[in-house]
């Protein structure tokens, strides 16, 4: 079938829509009409040629909800007429890794998604007869994506796709940070260093935990007002001197848990020194650029600082996120502050310069 997608043809140029070739979902493979789509920082990163594990022809998009349209021969998990969120961190239920409560990482697939192919090696798109890669495994800024079965969480058709999307990637990231990674405990201080999607996802996540304290760094006030509707109860304008605000805070002792949601190293610092001593946890999820380090002094950790790193908030996608999105529809999640600009498929790179300027939480694609 002709659809129409966002093509990065070069690193560091715009998005080109163009119209492409998707070939029919194969064995274990789904055809998805994308209905609303985020426009989420990795998507960004990418395009800009700051992944180095990045390549071109691709269409890119991660962040998805949508309708399946047809099934591949053996699904058996979804069917005609479901609405489902994309997994960019597929869940096969069958591996080591799945099968293991310490991890979200899915080893199925991992390989040939990494290099822009479903899972047989070779891909659904094309132009004029020459393949075009997938993006991790999604490629949802499209008309129209076949995917892995495994890759796709079945939600509640209760759910309007348009913000059901943002569990695909960022809120589902902060949301799991807090309950998956670090499990927060009930009572506890918490300090989430980030007030974009994933960091008001962390937010979130804190408070359904039940910690007591919860504070959130960032150098916008308008984030910082949206920290406070999900569930923060002080707020701090970021700078060099925050380590020594937050010690004040708290008794000198630091946070019993931090959160770094910005991707910035010096940040991550910030976090790891906020951090309690004693048992103090630093959940890391931002992406740094390639080829940065973070510099941690040892005697942080000798004293009984952690560490951990949080990627796509340890959830199993296929399980919890449709967990997530029934506490969204009982209202225990509030997702509507969080979509800032709805933009059409031609939009998509007015998408990447909304982020840039840091105007808004997420800029969404509609599809109609």
């Known amino acids: 079938m002709k659809i129409r997608a966002a093509v990065l043809e070069q690193f560091g140029e715009p998005l ?132 892995p079965e495994i890759a796709l969480a079945n939600v509640s058709k209760e759910a309007p796709l348009d913000r059901a999307c943002l569990f695909a990637c960022g809120l589902s990231t902060g949301l799991g940070a807090a309950v998956n990674t670090a499990k927060v405990e009930a009572g506890s201080t918490c300090v989430v260093f980030g007030a974009g999607m994933v960091g008001l996802g962390a937010v979130a996540g804190c408070r359904l935990q039940g910690a007591e304290r919860i504070v959130c760094v960032d150098l916008s006030q308008e984030r910082l ?46 976090a790891v020194e906020s951090a309690r001593m004693g048992w103090g946890l630093a959940t890391v999820a931002g992406v740094a650029g390639k080829g940065e380090t973070v510099d941690i002094v040892p005697r ?23 967990q997530f999105v029934d506490r969204w529809l009982a209202g225990e999640i509030d997702v509507e502050p969080f979509v800032s600009h709805k933009l059409t498929l031609d939009e998509v790179n007015r998408g990447f310069e909304l982020m840039e300027a840091q105007d808004g939480i997420r800029s969404v694609i509609d599809f109609g």
């Not at 070939?23 to 990795?42: I, M, N, Q, W």
């Open 16 to 147: 080109e829509v163009q119209e492409l070739d998707l070939a029919e979902p194969k064995a274990g493979e789904v055809l998805v009409r994308l209905v609303a789509c985020g426009v989420c920082h990795t998507d960004l990163f990418t395009a800009s040629g700051a992944d180095p594990s990045g390549y071109s022809p691709a269409v890119l998009g991660h962040e998805g909800a949508g309708v399946v349209e047809k099934v591949g021969e053996g699904v058996t998990s979804v069917a005609e007429g479901d609405h489902v969120v994309t997994l960019f961190s597929p869940q096969c239920r069958e591996c080591e890794h799945c099968r293991d409560t310490r991890t979200n990482l899915c080893l199925a697939i991992r390989e040939q998604q990494g290099l822009g192919f479903l899972p047989d090696g070779t891909t659904r798109l094309a132009r004029e007869g020459e393949p075009v890669r997938h993006f991790m495994g999604c490629s949802t800024f499209a008309e129209y994506t076949v995917m």
């Open 225 to 270: 007002e949206l920290a406070r509707g999900q569930g923060a109860t002080d707020t701090l304008v970021g700078g060099p001197d925050t380590v020594q605000q937050i010690l004040d805070m708290t008794r000198g002792f630091g946070a019993d848990y931090t959160f770094e949601a910005t991707g910035s190293v010096a940040v991550m610092r910030q």
């Open 300 to 322: 942080f950790l000798i004293t009984g600082r952690r560490v951990a790193g949080s990627s796509f908030g340890g959830v199993k996608g296929r399980d919890q996120v449709p």
